[in-house]
């Protein structure tokens, strides 16, 4: 295995200058950072959008403080008009999914460690890399913008169904310049999305240090190079998706709007689309994209749940095989969506096989990691009560897809909370534990100080006990028929369910403000936390045999050798019972990838 | 630490599966032909999926209380079977349980969709639009007259666009706000949308079907219990779409022919 990076990285020289240092960094770990600062300013936001709508569910009549300031006219007296709940709705999904969900996990920790792990100095494409992350911030603007414009942000929801996003502002309040400024900015992530893939891919290819074969990568790196390649293909087509819908907007043309629509008693000037021609195209995307938002916290969990058990996991490669699989079926399942939407009723049949079989990598991975706990020596702090906590949020998440898979069990339960339920643990609360888990982890390294251990712990405590008290109640308001989506619940069926919606929302005001414990640490420990040595954890992968934080071409100029596999531990060596990657020493051991 | 997660852990699954046993809020009562199959389906996935959710998170808090806290020189253990049974017990004991569920569900949805409806059943139009439902029944002609879009005017509540002075078909159709149909009859629902995406969901009846604007689409169902159900929009399309809501009334012959007759007289 020779070293290859020496041929394509460059040796460079540190950067000097305040925008070289820190605004436009050729600097993957830099880069790093600024997207994880993006998504720490999105989780914000969305957060402060879902205490909005939850507190206008809960309780209808009550004047909410300071929304006059993000519109004037979305909530007079601040009460929530329907279409401001409509509009508030989908950008806390749109903010959440794109630039949390898809940037933490993703481009934020991957981008710092992804080279780190593999032990190189830096991506291929520093220059790619930098403009991969502007052109993110710069969709970030524009997605924001949509609430400043007149008529405020798009109702459509993130999924942004056609029609209703096709039509213009005939169609309801932002669907005029709110849903093409959605459209444009999601089109812009979706560039910066294809040039970070770009660079992932390549560093784990090519820019393997010597000694690093495959089987030798953490399965953090596994996780971000799935991650990378389902990217590819996935937002390679919701980009064309969002262009075409903004010609109709812009362009006259009806990629999405048939003829003979009438609004406000007003024939539309469209002929000839397919309504459901946008479902696929956006499902074709939104399928493997909520696997692009958990498949790196599976592989940064499995990295740090390593690494507090003392032990690998039953098998390395198991896992990697059920990652792989994992990516793989994603492309087939998407119609499961599209059940009762008016497609062949016999592809929606075709399509719940897929998802049903999906279940089996997703159970394999689940079984070895609780399985793998069996017989360890599990080490107890922050970062390993958040990768825990994602195994409970997964497996809770996951099972309550074995309803929505099935066709028939489908009709009574789309559009219906549950999904709602579903979708917010198996891929939202479980994507932030893994966010969680590698900031409490990987912190020291990336600052050089610890963070806080008695504010992690408490912020543990309220985040899971909370996270279940608020999603747990959406299952059963699913089955009880409780619809999503609607500003108010004034159906006859649903009158017994507001007492529920109120203690949900009491659960995610309290669960919310422990999030601002999370905030506060994070700053201060940044800041005034006790200096953190090389190797807090005891961790064998190569990002532990640099300083913490590393020097700007990560290993002081000296690139690593490995000799082992990412994961000896639970043996007996000078160190300890763990072993380092590029440490010569032989050991004894039952396993070690070559 | 350690032992309260596994305790926290425990309690919280054990009171997530309470409302579930305890029946607290499930399908109400089931007025369709199909709607058995359904809910079966339903009983049988519950009980699937509650085992497997207890399983895991109970062994999972039993393992983090049992392997914290270990003594310093105590040995690495590997569970027994290792990953080959785990990687054997995911694809049979869950894999195949799951693919078996989903093929015993073809036979609900096959029920409603791989089945025609029969000649003999009773035909009414829904038309979905920002933000009501109206439906129409084709009059003593059994035909519906052709809708011209261009001519729909809420205003003067000509909401399908009908020419009744030009079209002879449309002159004895009935529009209506309230879906009415008789007990114990098959209705072949014939949908379609004016302008956005809208979906039609009666719990009772087990339907939900999207309105797909552009394309004709159907359902058809026989319902088995005179009374009052709601009908809800679910699916997105627009600021009204909380309140987009019908009633279905099921009625005896007598009651629903002397309902028609009224309607008729109203037109």
Redesign the interface.
């Known amino acids: 295995m020779h070293d290859m990076s020496a041929h394509v990285v460059h040796h460079h020289a540190p950067p000097t200058g305040f925008l070289r240092k820190y605004i436009f960094s050729l600097d993957h770990k830099v880069i790093g950072e600024q997207y994880y600062l993006l998504a720490l300013v999105a989780v914000y936001i969305g957060l402060i959008l879902s205490w909005i709508m939850r507190i206008h569910l809960a309780w209808p009549n009550y004047a909410i403080p300071g929304i006059r300031f993000l519109s004037s006219t979305g909530a007079p007296g601040g009460i929530l008009t329907p279409e401001y709940y409509l509009q508030l709705m989908t950008m806390h999904g749109t903010i959440m999914v794109f630039f949390v969900l898809t940037t933490a996990p993703f481009a934020g920790f991957g981008n710092f460690f992804l080279p780190i792990q593999v032990g190189a100095e830096d991506m291929p494409f520093p220059h790619i890399n930098m403009m991969s992350f502007w052109v993110t911030f710069v969709a970030f603007a524009v997605a924001i913008a949509a609430f400043f414009v007149p008529t405020g942000p798009p109702l459509s929801g993130w999924t942004a169904y056609a029609p209703l996003s096709a039509l213009g502002s005939v169609a309801g309040p932002g669907q005029g310049t709110g849903q093409v400024l959605w459209a444009i900015s999601i089109a812009i992530f979706c560039i910066g999305q294809l040039l970070g893939s770009l660079n992932f891919i390549t560093t784990t290819l090519d820019l393997r240090c010597q000694g690093m074969s495959l089987m030798r990568l953490p399965l953090s790196v596994w996780g971000w190079f799935i991650t990378s390649c389902i990217g590819l293909t996935a937002f390679a087509v919701l980009m064309p998706a969002c262009i075409l819908l903004v010609l109709d907007h812009v362009a006259g043309t009806s990629f999405f709007v048939p003829s003979n629509l009438v609004v406000n008693d007003q024939l539309q000037p469209h002929a000839g689309g397919s309504t459901l021609l946008w479902q696929h195209l956006f499902w074709f995307f939104g399928h493997p994209e909520v696997y692009i938002a958990i498949v790196p916290g599976m592989g940064v969990v499995s990295h740090v749940l390593i690494t507090s058990m003392r032990r690998p996991l039953l098998s390395h490669r198991v896992i990697i095989y059920s990652l792989v699989s994992l990516a793989f079926l994603s492309y087939m399942v998407y119609g499961h969506h599209m059940f009762v939407s008016g497609m062949n009723p016999f592809s929606s049949i075709a399509f719940s096989f897929p998802t049903l079989a999906i279940t089996i990598p997703s159970t394999i991975i689940v079984l070895i990691w609780i399985g793998s706990l069996y017989g360890s020596k599990l080490r107890i702090n922050s970062a390993s009560l958040f990768a825990l906590g994602f195994i409970s949020m997964f497996v809770s998440g996951g099972i309550s897809g074995f309803f929505l898979a099935q066709p028939s069990i489908d009709i009574m339960l789309h559009a219906t909370y549950f999904v709602v339920g579903h979708f917010h643990l198996v891929m939202a609360v479980a994507a932030l534990f893994g966010i969680f888990a590698g900031t409490y982890f990987w912190f020291p390294k990336v600052t050089g100080r610890m963070m806080n251990e008695t504010l992690g712990k408490i912020h543990f405590w309220f985040t899971f006990a909370g996270a279940y008290c608020i999603f747990m109640p959406f299952h059963y308001l699913g089955m009880a028929g409780n619809v999503r989506r609607y500003q108010a619940f004034v159906d006859d069926f649903m009158q017994p369910l507001l007492g529920v919606h109120k203690f949900i929302t009491i659960a995610a005001l309290i669960t919310g403000a422990a999030q601002l414990v999370f905030l506060y640490n994070l700053i201060h420990s940044r800041f005034w936390g006790e200096r953190a040595p090389q190797n807090p954890w005891e961790g064998t992968s190569l990002e532990w045999s640099t300083t913490s934080p590393p020097p700007f071409d990560n290993f002081g100029g000296k690139l690593p050798v490995v000799y082992h596999d990412p994961y000896q531990y639970g043996i007996e060596s000078s160190t300890g019972d763990y072993v380092m990657q590029d440490s010569p020493e032989q050991i004894n051991t039952v396993r070690d990838e070559r | 630490?350690?032992k309260l997660?596994a305790i926290?852990?425990v309690v919280?699954a054990i009171a997530?599966a309470v409302?579930?046993i305890l029946h607290?809020?499930?399908?109400?009562v089931d007025i369709s032909t199909h709607g058995k199959?359904?809910d079966e389906?339903?009983s049988e996935?519950?009980v699937?999926?509650g085992i497997?959710?207890l399983a895991?998170?109970l062994?999972?808090g039993f393992?983090?209380w049992r392997?914290?806290n270990?003594p310093q020189g105590?040995?690495?253990?590997?569970?027994p079977g290792?990953?080959r049974g785990?990687?054997a017990?995911?694809?049979i004991v869950?894999?195949l349980e799951?693919?078996a569920?989903?093929a015993f569900?073809?036979?609900?949805?096959a029920a409603?969709?791989?089945t025609p409806p029969s000649p003999q059943a009773m035909p009414v139009q829904v038309q979905a639009?920002?933000f009501a439902f109206y439906f129409r029944y084709p009059g003593p002609d059994g035909t519906f007259g052709p809708i011209h879009?261009?001519q729909?005017?809420?205003?003067t509540e000509n909401f399908f666009?009908l020419d009744t002075t030009h079209d002879a078909d449309s002159k004895d159709d009935i529009v209506t706000a309230q879906f009415a149909i008789p007990v114990n009859r098959e209705i072949h629902l014939l949908m379609h949308s004016?302008?956005?995406?809208h979906?039609f969901?009666v719990?009772e009846l087990?339907?939900?079907?999207?309105?797909?604007?552009?394309?004709d689409?159907s359902v058809h169902f026989t319902p088995t219990k005179i009374g009052r159900y709601?009908i809800?929009c679910?699916?997105?399309?627009?600021?009204?779409?909380?309140?987009m809501?019908a009633y279905l009334e099921v009625m005896s012959q007598e009651d629903f022919d002397k309902w028609l007759k009224q309607q008729a007289a109203l037109q």
């Open positions: 630490m350690a997660f926290t852990i919280i997530s409302p579930i607290t809020w499930e399908a109400p199959l359904i389906q339903m996935t519950m699937e999926a497997c959710f895991s998170q062994i999972l393992f983090i392997y914290s270990r105590e040995k690495i253990r590997s569970f290792g990953a785990l990687v017990a995911a694809v869950v894999g799951v693919m569920l989903g569900g073809t036979r609900a949805w409603i969709y791989f639009g920002q879009p261009e729909i005017n809420e205003a666009g004016k302008d956005v995406g979906s969901f719990r087990r339907i939900q079907q999207d309105f797909v604007p552009g394309l689409l709601e809800v679910t699916q997105l399309c627009g600021l009204g779409h909380y309140n809501k």
